[in-house]
Nanobody
């Protein structure tokens, strides 16, 4: 069974940066749009960003626009989320997931295979 594995989370100071990676267990990421979601304790899982197969269409949550950048390297079967200028609202468990295409507003129900998540903590 295909699996997604997120990595790159950790503890960072406010204003710092992290790069999350989403790697697939075998060559198939190139056939799917990939979304990044985040879930803080007691809150719903929200769509943060999404990238389509052709790289030409992406989505960003308003609060991360200009700070986060999604990209993909199909040759490495990996999708990245570069997170800069991290702030107190960003800490959460971050998940990646597959979809046939990026919805106008990514929602959990639109996505199929999910990773186990990686924790992002922002603290001074």
């Amino acid at each position: 069974q295909v699996q997604l594995v997120e990595s790159g989370g950790g503890l960072v100071q406010p204003g710092g940066s992290l790069r999350l990676s989403c790697a697939a267990s075998r060559s198939f990421l190139g056939n799917y749009a990939i979304g990044w979601f985040r879930q803080a304790p007691g809150k719903e899982r929200d769509g943060v960003s999404c990238i389509n197969i052709d790289d030409a269409t992406t989505y960003y949550l308003d609060s991360v626009k200009g700070r986060f950048t999604i990209s993909r390297d199909n040759s490495k079967n990996t999708v990245y989320l570069q997170m800069n200028s991290l702030i107190s609202e960003d800490p959460a468990v971050y998940y990646c997931a597959t979809a046939r295409g990026c919805p106008t507003v990514p929602q959990v129900a639109n996505f199929g295979v999910w990773g186990q998540g990686t924790q992002v903590t922002v603290s001074s």
